[in-house]
């Protein structure tokens, strides 16, 4: 498996809710049960969007290699890029509105880089078109909007380290991704 593939996969289903729940569980330990909750509900309802924005796109839109490359292919949106926009963007919103520190805007800009490559590799990997992987990021990126205005709400008077959640998403994906494991949601359509 190539770079392109490795980098592709943080954006993978498997790979991406072992982040969500890294994240889950921090939230819940240091933010309480309704932030957890907030994460839950943004994660679940990008997932829900893009299933069902898939199912019709799969009947109304043509093949990738048939299509623009700026157009909507079957496979619009973007799974790979909705999850690692949801998942990695909601890390860089606990980093940026909880943490405040230099190192948790650097580790911050991290996750920004991740969904950026997830997002490149789709389109050179010709699994999607550009169309299609705007889409993943509008979808997901509502749901960050919504998961850090409610973030920003529940850690006001917080001053937490959020660099454990970042160490922690970084081994479990890591240790996923060297494994090889992956899972295939377009199986289960």
């Not at 190539?2 to 993978?12: I, P, R, T, V």
């Not at 049960?33 to 199912?55: N, P, Q, T």
């Amino acid at each position: 498996m190539d770079l392109q593939e490795h980098l592709s996969d943080f954006g993978n289903a498997l790979v991406a809710s072992a982040a969500a729940l890294v994240i889950l569980a921090w939230l819940g330990s240091r933010l309480g049960w309704v932030a957890s909750l907030a994460f839950l509900i943004c994660f679940l309802g990008v997932i829900g969007a893009v299933v069902g924005l898939k199912f019709i796109a799969f009947d109304l839109r043509p093949p990738v290699g048939e299509t623009n490359i700026l157009g909507l292919s079957e496979g619009a949106p973007s799974g790979h890029t909705a999850f690692a926009t949801i998942v990695y963007g909601a890390l860089a919103a606990i980093l940026v509105v909880v943490d405040r520190r230099p190192r948790a805007w650097a580790a911050a800009a991290l996750c920004l880089a991740v969904i950026a490559a997830v997002a490149i590799t789709r389109v050179t990997l010709d699994r999607h078109t550009i169309g299609d992987v705007v889409a993943g990021l509008i979808v997901a990126g509502v749901g960050v909007g919504a998961f850090a205005s409610a973030l920003q709400n529940l850690a006001r008077d917080r001053s937490v380290s959020a660099m454990a959640p970042f160490i922690l998403v970084a081994v479990v994906t890591g240790a996923l991704l060297a494994s090889g494991i992956r899972f295939n949601t377009l199986a289960l359509l």
